[in-house]
């Protein structure tokens, strides 16, 4: 129901862009957003966003852009200045509220895995 693609290895520095495409049999998406796990560590919320506008995690601000296509139903996350801490497996989801994608998702995508090198 949502497909993930776009990651990779890159080098710190360097930049990758994610894509999430929600399918059509999805509805009453209202935000959408991106998640991460390293390995050892709990998934945690990168980014998401609303018709009002997106968040981010503080250690994301700046280095991450994250944008909505609501006529094909995508979600992008543009990724610059990436570190060697991004290094982690990434989530789309998508729900009906900021809080429904922030707390629970009921819609989650395949991950795909981001590795940066130093």
């Known amino acids: 129901q949502l497909q993930a693609s776009g990651g990779g290895l890159v080098q710190a520095g360097g930049s990758l862009r994610l894509s999430c495409t929600a399918s059509?049999?999805?509805?009453?998406?209202?935000?959408m957003g991106w998640y991460r796990q390293a390995p050892g560590k709990q998934r945690e919320l990168v980014a998401a966003i609303t018709s009002t506008g997106g968040t981010y995690v503080d250690s994301v601000k700046g280095r991450f852009t994250i944008s909505r296509d609501n006529y094909k139903n995508t979600v992008s996350l543009q990724m610059d200045s990436l570190k060697l801490e991004d290094t982690a497996v990434y989530f789309c989801?998508?729900?009906?509220?900021?809080?429904?994608?922030?707390?629970?998702?009921?819609?989650w995508g395949q991950g795909t895995e981001v590795t940066v090198s130093s």
């Open positions: 059509g049999s999805i509805f009453g998406i209202n935000a």
């Open positions: 989801a998508a729900g009906g509220s900021m809080y429904a994608v922030s707390t629970s998702p009921p819609y």
